[in-house]
């Protein structure tokens, strides 16, 4: 069992910035891959940013060169620099990650529905 829980989400001007955190507790020897996903109400998930267990990232073409995806595996914390905040960036943002398959960077940003757990988002909110 892996618990999952984001901080740093917020209101922010367009063109600002905004880094979130995600601290894993539990079973975290187990983590493979870990990545971000953001949703709108009645929208889809949408894969943000990845990072796998060689520390190879992958973004969605909506955040490269804005957003940087990083782990601290010391602090068993994954965190998410976004910088050039667009109001299509406001989202709730999750976290998740998967231990079964130690999928690549660019697998877990593709497929959410293969990651394990995920924790409950932190909400970004963009004013323009």
């Known amino acids: 069992q892996v618990v999952l829980v984001e901080s740093g989400g917020g209101s922010v001007e367009a063109g600002g910035s905004l880094r979130l955190s995600c601290v894993a507790t539990g079973n975290t020897a187990r983590i493979a891959a870990m990545a971000w996903f953001r949703q709108l109400s009645g929208q889809k998930r949408e894969g943000v940013a990845a990072?796998?267990?060689?520390?190879?990232?992958s973004y969605a073409d909506s955040v490269k060169g804005r957003f940087t995806i990083s782990r601290d595996l010391a602090k068993n914390t994954l965190y998410l620099q976004m910088n050039s905040l667009k109001p299509e960036d406001a989202a709730t943002y999750y976290c998740?990650?998967?231990?079964?398959?130690?999928?690549?960077?660019?697998?877990?940003?593709?497929?959410?529905?293969?990651?394990?757990?995920w924790g409950k988002g932190t909400v970004v909110t963009i004013s323009s």
């Open positions: 990072i796998d267990s060689d520390g190879d990232t």
């Open positions: 998740a990650t998967e231990v079964r398959a130690r999928m690549a960077a660019h697998q877990a940003l593709a497929t959410a529905e293969f990651m394990d757990y």
